[in-house]
Nanobody, 115 residues
Framework: QVQLVESGGGLVQPGGSLRLSCAASGIIFSIYTMGWYRQAPGKQRELVAAITSGGRTNYADSVKGRFTISRDNAKNTVYLQMNNLKPEDTAVYYC?????????WGQGTQVTVSS
């Protein structure tokens, strides 16, 4: 079976940092585009960052310069380093794996940015 397991969420103060991890199993990890999405209460789910099998990255404008996505194919893991966090970053963050018509989601991890 396919599993994507997120970790690293929590409560941080504005200006703080968090590093999210997503460990994948049951897929040929190296060929998948991996991404992070987030959804705040009452709002649409949005793409935060994505990284292709070749290492090309995309970021939402709201996080450019603050967040960095990376992957370690040897560990079947994708990361999201989040720096200078803002209250508007508060959301449930979801890991996504995408290859052609195959698409999988993690269970989500809560990130709360508050003083």
């Amino acid at each position: 079976q396919v599993q994507l397991v997120e970790s690293g969420g929590g409560l941080v103060q504005p200006g703080g940092s968090l590093r999210l991890s997503c460990a994948a199993s049951g897929i040929i990890f190296s060929i998948y585009t991996m991404g992070w999405y987030r959804q705040a209460p009452g709002k649409q789910r949005e793409l935060v960052a994505a990284i292709t099998s070749g290492g090309r990255t995309n970021y939402a404008d709201s996080v450019k310069g603050r967040f960095t996505i990376s992957r370690d194919n040897a560990k079947n893991t994708v990361y999201l380093q989040m720096n200078n966090l803002k209250p508007e970053d508060t959301a449930v963050y979801y890991c996504n794996a995408d290859f052609n018509v195959r698409r999988y989601w993690g269970q989500g991890t809560q990130v709360t940015v508050s003083s």
